[in-house]
């Protein structure tokens, strides 16, 4: 019986680092596959069956948690271990959310690295089971949550467009799911086999950000050992999003334009130009008509970005959806957390439906994780942290007297406390007397 090696691919831009994976993981009779960056990750796996991805998270350019996303999109069935220098809670956790399933910090040892690959290669047949989780959602559009008037106008919209390749751009408040919209555009749309690549404009240094984006010749600059592709051909034939567009130097906005426009691409240091066919979707939660009219964005970019425009609505404006999407993450994480059947209790109902969630859905993923964690087998208000139980909504309210003012205000935090009389004083700044003569 001949034993198949295992195909792992390894990724990291701190090459000491891959030698010493290599050199552990060959030991192990393993197959290693190596990449300093997250392109050359992507090309390996277009070119290699992969049967693991191990990688760093934090890199120049598009980082580890970005190849994740892109390998959970494409190659489902390839298991993912992340390592990483930072190790954080946070950065755990979104790393269990993008499904990969191991999790090693920095430093390990040879063992803990040999068990975590065993662990990840393992964990391939729980797959099935996970998927099939995700396919019981009801009123599931891409991974997309709701039922308001204002969602399914979403939805409208991204039906409508998600078969061509005008530009679009997506405005909206953070935590408002403007990425997940993009994704939706893409994996809707007749390109979905092809890439979607996601790259946060924010999140590159500005003097890498050009080369990053439409790739370099070999001495375009110093430091340039050899011709490197962007992200704008690694997503030929499929999207690129472009996430953060406000912060993008006027250097880029002026290289963006010409893509726009003229439908090619060249590299720094290039002298000729390639012909792409690539969708490009920009988000962006700063107010660039703002921008445009203060001199830091240019017009003429806004204007070809703006071909489509599509609004993330706030929570605030789609609050009938506030349960099914709480219940869908406590769906989505109490596994992750050991725990399972856990119920939302009418409290926690009404309090998650009076709050406005200015971190909109993000927000909400935050505090259904955070409750989870915190409860026995229900959610009760005492799980939820005190900022959304004692918030008091701001809303248009109509002109009345003072005292009508008081009287409401004094029934909402009374609401918010459970009645508790103490905590409502102290919430007012007044003192327990003066708030029982007013209840009064
Ligand atoms: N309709 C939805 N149903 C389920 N989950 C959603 C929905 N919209 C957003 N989310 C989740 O909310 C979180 C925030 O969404 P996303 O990252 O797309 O927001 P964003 O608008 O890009 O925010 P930011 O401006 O802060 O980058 C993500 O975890 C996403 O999966
Ligand atoms: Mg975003």
Redesign the pocket.
Known sequence: MSIRKENLLIVDDDYDMLEILDRHLEQENYHTYKAGSVLEAIDILKHSEIDLLITDLQMPGMNGMELVKYVDDHYTEIPKLVITGFPSIDNALTAI?SGALEYLPKPFTKNELLTSVKNSLLNRASKAQKSSIAGELRNNYA????TSAK?EELVDIIERVKNNRATILIK??????????ARAIHYKGSFAKNPFIAVNCGAIPENLLESELFGSTKGAYTGASETREGYFQAANGGTIFL??IGTASLAVQVRLLRVLQEKEVRKLGDKKSEKLQVRVIA?T?SNLREMVEKGSFREDLYYRLNVVDIL?PPLRERKE?IIA?AK?FLEKYQRDYGKSNLKLSEKAIEILNRYNWPG???EL?NVIQRAIIMCEDEILPQDLPASVKYKIPTVDEELVALKEVEKKHILKVLAAVDQNKSKAAEILQIDRKTLREKIK
């Open positions: 959310k991974g997309m949550i709701g969602f909206g408040e953070s935590g408002t799911g403007k990425e997940l919209v996430d953060e988000a939660n993330t959806d999407l869908t909109n859905i993000r993923e």
